[in-house]
């Protein structure tokens, strides 16, 4: 009897998994201590998709990649982080995965086929809205 495929499917059952495989969407107090405070940028496909600033007591401020910017909130729902914007009528949800070497974040539902890269945080670089108020 040849044992080569018995012990190969032993060897990759208790092989560990790389991170990535593994992550499980970050909670929200693991979320809010990640970002809070920071600015951060956002990729798809390795494209600039926006910048958002996380604020205290969970607010936020968009930056889209045309320069709009939208205030908003975020919050928990289930494993999910959901945002609300002040202009947008109805919320983004989304999951928020962070392996060794990256974050990733995908519009729920998932089969939307939109995640994008979280990099940062990148507090240096300024961001160009007009404070609440004080209109254009």
Known sequence: MNRLPVLLATALTLAPLPAALCAAPLTAPDFEAMV???????????????????LPGRQVLWQGPGGACQYGRWYPAGDA????????????????????????????????????????????????????????
């Open 36 to 54: 809070e405070g920071h600015k951060f940028d956002f990729t798809l496909n390795g494209m600039p998709f926006g910048r958002e600033q996380y």
């Open 81 to 136: 982080i959901c945002f609300e914007y002040d202009e947008i009528p109805d919320p983004f949800c989304w999951t928020v995965e962070r392996s060794a070497d990256r974050v990733e974040v995908t519009l729920l539902p998932s089969e939307a086929g939109i995640t994008v890269d979280m990099v940062g945080p990148t507090d240096s670089q300024m961001m160009s809205c007009p404070l609440p108020g004080l209109g254009v």
